[in-house]
């Protein structure tokens, strides 16, 4: 379980997967093609699907990886592919986080999963808030890594893995990659950047930091852009050590084969993708601009994301008059520095259309 960057995270790996000897499926064991395959215990024959769904899936969704080099550039060999980001993401607390004793490091508001699969772990939290405009707070910051550093003889545990949401799940802000880079160069456990908006921001990103730092992981997932969220395919891209201890780590069949199919055939349209994503973008400027003008609105916070962090007079009460007339947004108004703001996705052109006319609906009744 050695590879480059090995001696960055040495340190940072729970004992008992440093020691691991993994689990060996029986496609590990044979990568090529023969005519009979009896190793496996499957049914030799299929009944639903296309052909082929009798067997086992390929573990190391090669295809997939191969695609993903090819469509965003990011080498197959850097790649472990994910039931969605939310199995990379808790992956990664497997591996590094002693339960019971070590912790991550969030910055809210972010994605609430990251707080809720430390929980499931049994993995402490450390919080460092953004500031009230969603800025990561660098003086805050290196107040709460000293003190973590300083606490650390003490109980025993270390805060082991940082996410950084860029953009920013529910604010929608991204993070400039010099930014990014300054968290790596305070943090000494693994920087996590979750870039699964990435495709609708002008930004960077900061794979572009990982031949410099063996201490990061940079995640994407189908779900958004490349509208396969049905498919649950996550993308994470690290140093050589970090892939293979993941792939040692995750179940050893963790996406479906229908799923990396559907991912290689998403995968092939890069260019018709890209062009959606900057469709997307064109309607949340124009969605932003007509929210503005309503009069429930109080603030449209500027997106880099495909969605939008609207601040409005009573969230509770719109949400369920929205709810009422068969539209959900979702209401964020309890989160951090969030008072008052619901998330709004940027839906179709009809969809968009329908929301405008309900809350003009909302602003007369
Ligand atoms: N990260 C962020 C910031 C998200 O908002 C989401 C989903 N809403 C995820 C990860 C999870 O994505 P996936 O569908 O790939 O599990």
Redesign the pocket.
Known sequence: MKGNGYEAIKELIRPNIAALVPYSCARNDFAGTAEVYLDANENWRDFVGDAGRNRYPDPLSTKVRKSVERALGLPASSLVI????????DLLMRIFCIPGKDSVLLMPP??G?YRVFADINDVGTVSCPLTEDFQIDFPALERTLAQERLSRRAEGGRCKLLFV?SP??PTGNAFPVDQIRRVCDLFDGVTVV?E??FDFSPYPSAATLLDRYPRLVV?R????SWAL?NA???IAVACEAIVRTMIDTKYPYNLGGPSQDLAVQALSKVDEVKAAARRIVEARIALARRLEDLPVTLRVFSSDANFLLVKVRDPDGLCLWLRERGIIIRNRSRELHCEGCVRITVGSEAENERLVEALERYGRR
């Open positions: 994910g039931n969605g980001s939310d199995e990379i993401i972010t994605y999963a949401c920013n799940n979750d699964a908006y995640l997932t189908l779900s958004k969220a649950r395919v996550g």
